[in-house]
Antibody, heavy 119, light 110 residues
Framework: EVQLVESGGGLVQPGGSLRLSCAAS????????MDWVRQAPGKGLEWVGR??????????DYAASVKGRFTISRDDSQNSMFLQMNSLKTEDTAMYYC??????????WGQGALVTVSS | QSALTQPPSASGSPGQSVTISCTGT?????????VSWYQQHPGKAPKLIIY???KRPSGVPDRFSASKSGNTASLTVSGLQAEDEADYYC??????????FGTGTKVTVL
């Protein structure tokens, strides 16, 4: 059974940093790109970015809204993906979901980690 | 990249059909057959229900169908059931290794 479990959410002040983790199980992690998607309270889904697998040099792509502030990485030995968030703004407050990337869609999602940016 | 446009709400009685539109541009929906749809119940994670415009993952009822014409994709839920009441989001590949979601539609079963 595919499982994705996010961790690391919490309260952080504007300008601060936070690192989210996504632990994967139930599938061959090394074969898949992995994505982050966020959802502000009461709002819609927003694609944050993704990290490719080793065959594509672990390259990462980002939404314009987070480029230069967020970094997505992965550790295949731990079947894990990470989202390093720096220079956080109040508008980054959201539930952050990790998702398995099936190339043309996101076919499995975690339950999310809540990030609150507030002073 | 602007969000794809969906109607804020749609509704239907049990057994009826409801269709949700998803309008993008020639740079996203109109240029790629990589439109997917997601169902999200309150407080839950999204669930994939349609991929590559028309395909249903295993386990998704055939009451869910989808299509695309030009820059607009559509999702139809036939034979509405109480458990279909949820938020629905479309998503499209937008080129340059970017994806864009729709604004979301709340479906109410009357």
């Amino acid at each position: 059974e595919v499982q994705l479990v996010e961790s690391g959410g919490g309260l952080v002040q504007p300008g601060g940093s936070l690192r989210l983790s996504c632990a994967a199980s139930g599938f061959t992690f090394t074969n898949y790109y992995m994505d982050w998607v966020r959802q502000a309270p009461g709002k819609g889904l927003e694609w944050v970015g993704r990290v490719k697998h080793k065959a594509h040099s672990y390259d990462a792509d980002y939404a314009a809204s987070v480029k230069g502030r967020f970094t997505i990485s992965r550790d295949d030995s731990q079947n894990s993906m990470f989202l390093q968030m720096n220079s956080l703004k109040t508008e980054d407050t959201a539930m952050y979901y990790c998702a398995r990337d099936a190339a043309t869609s996101l076919d499995y999602w975690g339950q999310g980690a809540l990030v609150t940016v507030s002073s | 990249q602007s969000a794809l446009t969906q109607p804020p709400s749609a509704s239907g009685s049990p057994g009826q059909s409801v269709t949700i539109s998803c309008t993008g541009t020639s740079s996203d929906v109109g240029n790629y057959n990589y439109v997917s749809w997601y169902q999200q119940h309150p407080g839950k994670a999204p669930k994939l229900i349609i991929y590559e415009v028309t395909k249903r993952p295993s386990g998704v009822p055939d009451r869910f169908s989808a299509s695309k014409s030009g820059n607009t994709a559509s999702l139809t839920v036939s034979g509405l059931q109480a458990e279909d009441e949820a938020d629905y989001y479309c998503c499209s590949y937008a080129g340059s290794n970017n994806f864009v979601f729709g604004t979301g539609t709340k479906v109410t079963v009357l």
